[in-house]
């Protein structure tokens, strides 16, 4: 089964998160603002600014393989006014030249078009707390893996790498949806299936169960998310038989 969240339901909270900017403001910083990017980091804004540019086009393949009698010239016309007015964006005009172009009718369009891939798709936006959360305590653990000198060098830049990597995806889950989170979560519990000594580090009290226990806590959450709840179930599996004494954090 291929997992897929909502693109639609990203686009349209997103946007309608811009309408309510100040129309006076400099559109890169307003952009900044809504993809949670340092407004100084040109780069960081421009690669998170591509990846939601594609999000028309998401949502267009996924009506077609959910809807393909249903596609209307009311939607087509809706993501092509989007996809229009991200190519004549300006990161330094006023954040009115963008927004203006996106009007009450295209943000209705995309509404439906939401509300239609949910009855499909089964999958629902996570709450920015609980997100927040978990992000809050996988920074930490990042910088207790980093500071500890108790852990071996090989376990602590693993750690690092694969906590960094679901970090990323946390980062860009407004974005990039669900997904990534879980193919990052994927790949951490892959790594400690065929490393015993990345496994057996992880068994171990201390940073190790403190791992478990956060991406047993977020699989959870992503599950809901992605509408799938087999789909993981390695990840549920897995964190289960390595989760022996931690508790998953309350969410």
Known sequence: ???????????????QAGKS???????????????????????????????FMGLPNEVDSLLDLHFP??????????LHTISG????NNLNDQWKLFIDKIDTHSIGTLSMGSAMLD??????????????????????????????GEIEVQFQDDLVRYLSRILEAINSYKITGAVPIMEAM???????SISPNFRDNLKKEGVGQQV???????????????GAPDAIENVRN??????????????
Request: charged fraction near 20%; proline fraction near 2%; charge should be negative.
């Open 85 to 88: 007015a991200f190519r004549a």
């Open 238 to 251: 897995v964190t289960t038989l390595l989760l022996t004494t931690a508790q998953a954090p309350g969410i």
């Open 186 to 192: 994927e790949a951490t519990v892959g790594h400690a």
């Open 21 to 51: 900017k100040q129309s006076h403001l400099n559109t890169r910083d307003v952009w900044a603002d809504l993809l949670d990017v340092d407004k100084s980091d040109d780069g960081k804004i421009l690669c998170e600014l591509g990846k």
């Open 1 to 15: 089964m291929m997992l897929q969240d909502n693109p639609a339901a990203r686009l349209l909270s997103i946007l």
């Open 69 to 78: 009698n249903a596609a209307t010239d009311s939607m087509k016309h809706c």
């Open 119 to 148: 009855t499909k798709l089964k999958a629902k936006l996570i709450e920015a707390n609980e997100l927040d959360r978990i992000r809050s305590q996988i920074q930490e653990l990042i910088e207790s893996v980093i500071s500890t």
């Open 212 to 226: 478990v226990a956060v991406i047993s806590a977020l699989a959870q959450m992503v599950t809901v998310a992605v």
